[in-house]
């Protein structure tokens, strides 16, 4: 399977909302109830949201697209979000965060899952950073086992994560030295 990475545009955002959509589905089923991730409300938050973003350069959104064949359009299949880190109560920390890596799961276990994260980790570093967090569900293991093959150290941190729904769940912070 082929597939690119590039800089997400404004036509990318259906394909990436749907990614983060499908993948929370299939990833997060054991973790929130179906009530949650099958709500119009679920989907339609993120579609607006991702319709929203501002697609501009430095604005650190890449998508992983499998290109098309035979005239069809390509297909958005994963994406990640990055930059400086949020603040979380801590001020600047001058590290880089990784802040949403998502892939459709018809793609997990395919490699471009290191593919993206190589990119990832480039582009942060492109950009100054030595060292980067990123915050991951603590019942995640599959993306926990992922991120721990890729050098992503856990630093103990964790935080309750309630962003997208009225359910809170705990997550916890990874670090990695981008050198």
């Avoid at 749907?18 to 973790?31: E, I, K, N, P, T």
């Avoid at 990055?82 to 600047?92: H, V």
């Avoid at 593919?115 to 915050?135: D, I, K």
């Amino acid at each position: 399977m082929t597939f690119e990475i590039r800089a997400a545009g404004r036509d990318d955002a259906d394909g990436i909302t749907d990614v983060q959509v499908a993948s929370w589905r299939a990833g997060y089923a054991h973790v929130f109830p179906r009530s949650v991730l099958y709500a119009d409300e679920f989907e339609s938050t993120r579609r607006n949201f991702w319709n929203g973003w501002r697609f501009a350069p430095g604005h650190r959104l890449v998508v992983a697209v499998r290109p098309g064949n035979d005239g069809d359009p390509e297909q958005v299949v994963g994406f990640s979000s990055f930059g400086p880190e949020r603040e979380r109560a801590r001020g600047f920390t001058g590290r880089g965060e990784l802040w949403a890596f998502y892939l459709l799961p018809e793609v997990w276990g395919s490699g471009l899952a290191t593919s993206l994260m190589c990119h990832t980790e480039t582009r942060l570093q492109a950009e100054g950073f030595n060292v980067a967090v990123l915050w991951v569900l603590k019942d995640n293991p599959r993306g926990r086992r992922f991120y721990e093959k890729q050098g992503w150290e856990r630093t103990g941190l964790g935080a309750e994560f309630d962003d997208y729904c009225a359910v809170s769940v705990p997550e916890v912070e990874y670090r990695k030295e981008l050198t």
